[in-house]
Every structure is written in C-alpha cells, then in structure tokens.
C-alpha cells in the first residue's frame, strides 16, 4: 500500500517534496530507482522532517513503528494511519503527543489510481488548507469518502478487503470458462472486463445493482438460470458471512 500511495501522490506533488523510509535495503532502493523519492536515513529522521506523516504499515508493526518515530511527532504534524484495527485514541496513546491523527482505510486499487478510501478525523482540529490537502492526499489515487470513525471497520469489510473478495469471483468466472474451452488468458480478460464494466455502469447511471440485474435477466433466459443457482448456493450469504469475518477480525486486531 505504501507503493501505491506513493505513485498517487507523485501525481500531485513534486518528488522533492516527499521522502519515504522503508526497513528493506532491497525494496527501498528499488522504490527510490522508480520514484526519485529520497530515501531517509531512518524512520525517525523520515516523520521529523515532514509535515504530513504517514504510517502505511501493518497494524501488527504499528506500535513498533511508532515507538520508532514518536520522538519526532509534534504538536504540529499530522499523522495519517492505514492500520485497519487501531483507532485515534489508539494512536495518540501510543504517541503521547498533541499530534493530529487522520484514520484512514485505502485498497490495493490504489496501485492503478482506482482506489477507494474511507477517512476519519475531527475537522476541528484542522484548517481548511489541512483538509484540502488531506483530500488532496487521498485522491491522488483513487476517490476518498469521509465517515464516521465507528463506521470504518465497516469501510475495512466492504472496501479495504474486498477486492480480494472480487479477485476470487473472477478467478472462479475464468475458471469456469476454461472447463467450457476458452484459453485461460482470455477468460481472465473477460471476468476483469466483466467486473470492470458492470462496476462503471453502477457509477456512472446511479442505478440500484438490482435494477441493473434485472436489465441483465431476459425471462425464461440463461442469466436468470444463473442468478437462481447463485441463490441457491448461497452467493449473497457467502458474501456477507465473509464481511462478518473481517469485521469481527477488525475488533480484535491488537
């Protein structure tokens, strides 16, 4: 996600004007070679220089993480975290500082510009010129929606996790035209055009994704033969009985 992060932000700021720390000698050095991003010597020297401090590690890391740099947070700086599991509370306890918090969810479309983040914090504690540049920040690589922070384990189930939700359905879509004959590449294709597609048409028109799948079921058809086997099956069960998981998962991360 921090890779990802970076390449939208690249959109909108200057490479001067970000630097990064990344433990991996490998994997940092291969980020800088591609960004022109300054590497920092450490991560303590990394959150000291920047205004704006953005914490894109595992929530298992976190409190490493931020025990590293926390003697380089001030009162001044914003601090924006992607650790599903871990509130504001969370964090300005482990910081022990006046340090404003932003929470943040993002996805791993992210990485081709389509992601999809919910943000949380409280307005008063920002200027107008902070929050344009935190909604700057978040759409640089996809689009951003405000919620409630109560409401952003919720944004984990249906957006930070999904797309691996959806990777699956279109793993299962290709599969299935492979055992009918298409060649594997071209199934791929179709599943993620599929996807892609019918996700841009739920964007663009506003319509219910009911209406637009009964626009889809011609009466006595093949797709509605379909959709009553993935009734019967248990699709919609299945989907929110995996956002049950990730939600109970999210309220237990330590």
Known sequence: MGFAIMKGLLKKFEAEQVTFYEKNIQRAGDVAAATGVVLAADSLA?????????????????????????????????????????????????????????????NTPALVGEGMTGVCYDP???????QHTIRRFFESFGKMAFVEEKLIDAVVCVSGSSPAYVYMFMEALADS???????????????????????????????????????????????????????????????????????????NIH
């Open 46 to 106: 990394c959150a000291s220089s920047s205004e704006y401090v953005i914490l894109a590690v595992k929530p298992q890391h976190l409190r490493q993480a931020v025990a590293e740099i926390a003697g380089g947070i001030s009162a001044g700086q914003i601090l924006i975290s992607i650790a599903p599991g871990i509130s504001v509370a969370d964090l300005k306890g482990m910081l022990g500082t006046g340090c404003r918090v932003v929470r943040a969810m993002p």
């Open 177 to 251: 035209g492979v055992k009918y004959g298409l060649p594997r590449d071209m199934a791929y294709e179709m599943a993620a055009q599929a996807v892609l597609g019918s996700a841009r048409m739920l964007l663009e028109t506003g319509e219910h994704p009911g209406r637009l799948k009964d626009q889809v079921c011609s009466p006595g058809g093949t797709t509605i033969a379909a959709v009553a086997a993935l009734e019967e099956h248990g699709l919609r069960s299945a989907v929110m009985k995996a956002c049950d998981a990730c939600y109970a998962k999210c309220g």
């Open 124 to 130: 008063a504690l920002f200027s107008g010129e902070e």
